[in-house]
């Protein structure tokens, strides 16, 4: 048995036959380099796309609550005399206001 004069030789001799071929390692190694290392690797694109569908989420959640104010707004304008009247106790100047609370 001879001793292989370049180190690279005995490891290359351990592989796998598919693997021995230097044009498979090379492919091996930049695939790895893409998914896992790379800037824009699966795992990058995997954790924007879950980022996406969050914020897309939240956009839906406070679309809703817009609309829901503005429903409320429109509501307030059209009742805003009975909201003063109830909260701050306002009341012309011949009339009496008696707010009565119920227990639920």
Same mark, same amino acid.
């Given at each position: ?13 351990? +592989? ?6 230097? =044009?498979? +390692?090379?492919? &091996? ?7 896992? &290392?790379? /800037? *824009?690797? +699966? ?5 924007? *796309?879950?980022?996406?569908?969050? &914020? ?5 959640? =406070? ?14 304008? +059209?009742? /805003? ?16 206001? =008696? ?6």
């Amino acid at each position: 048995m001879t001793i292989p004069t370049n180190p690279w030789q005995a490891l290359m001799q351990r +592989l796998p036959a598919p693997l021995q071929n230097r =044009y498979y +390692l090379v492919l &091996l190694v930049f695939f790895f380099i893409m998914i896992f &290392l790379d /800037k *824009h690797s +699966l795992w990058t694109q995997w954790r924007l *796309h879950r980022a996406l569908q969050r &914020l897309e989420a939240d956009k839906e959640m =406070y679309e809703q609550k817009i609309k829901e104010a503005r429903e409320e707004a429109e509501d307030f304008e +059209l009742t /805003k005399e009975k909201f003063a009247r109830e909260h701050y106790y306002m009341k012309r100047s011949n009339e009496d206001v =008696y707010i009565i609370k119920e227990d639920k």
